[in-house]
Structures are given as C-alpha cells and as structure tokens.
C-alpha cells in the first residue's frame, strides 16, 4: 500500500519561491517515476517535473528553470521547490507514484499566487 501526503501550500506573493513537500508512506524503493503534477482552475492536470527510468528528472515546460525536484529516500520524501512564481502558477499541486503499474496520488495542496 502506498499513500502520498503534500505539505506547504498556501498563499504566494508575485516573484516568491515555494517548497512542496510529500510525504510517502511505503516501500519508497518500490515506487517509481515519482513526480510533481499540478492542476490550475478549469484546466487539465500538467507535470511539473518527474523522475525518469535512468533516475533523471524530466520537467514539464512551465516549470523548466524554475523548479527542483530532490528525493530523500531516508525522510521518506520528494520535495519541490519553484522559485519566481507567477498568478499562472496558481493551482493545486499533487505528488504521484507508479508502483506494480498502479498510480499512486496525493491529495493535493493548493498554492495560490496573488498580492
């Protein structure tokens, strides 16, 4: 069994950084392509960054250079951290797992940018 928790949400201001963290619970060595997903209002859900087979990290477009996704398999967690952050960065966050080829997804935290 696995399940995902997301921390650190919350209210942004324009050209502020943030730093998501999820919590795993499991076997985190059994949990593959382990990433960062996020959903704005009234649009599909998008990647963010996600670990690759070979261990890379592949970011998704709006996120490139600007985010940084780091795994501790000690703490048991994958942390995001998005710098220069904009209202189009509105949206909730979720954190995702493929194990034994079922897909693993937290809840959600919800970071809002605004003045």
């Known amino acids: 069994q696995v399940q995902l928790v997301e921390s650190g949400g919350g209210l942004v201001q324009p050209g502020e950084s943030l730093s998501l963290s999820c919590k795993i619970f499991?076997?985190?060595?059994?949990?593959?392509?382990m990433g960062w997903y996020r959903q704005a209002p009234g649009k599909q859900r998008e990647l963010v960054g996600r670990?690759?087979?070979?261990?890379?990290?592949y970011y998704g477009d709006s996120a490139k250079g600007r985010a940084t996704i780091h795994r501790d398999n000690a703490k048991s967690v994958l942390d995001l951290q998005m710098t220069n952050l904009q209202p189009e960065d509105t949206a909730v966050y979720y954190c995702?797992?493929?194990?034994?080829?079922?897909?693993?997804w937290g809840n959600g935290t919800l970071v809002t940018v605004s003045l």
């Open positions: 670990f690759t087979p070979l261990g890379r990290i």
């Open positions: 995702r797992g493929l194990k034994d080829g079922v897909e693993y």
């Open positions: 499991g076997n985190i060595f059994s949990i593959n392509a």
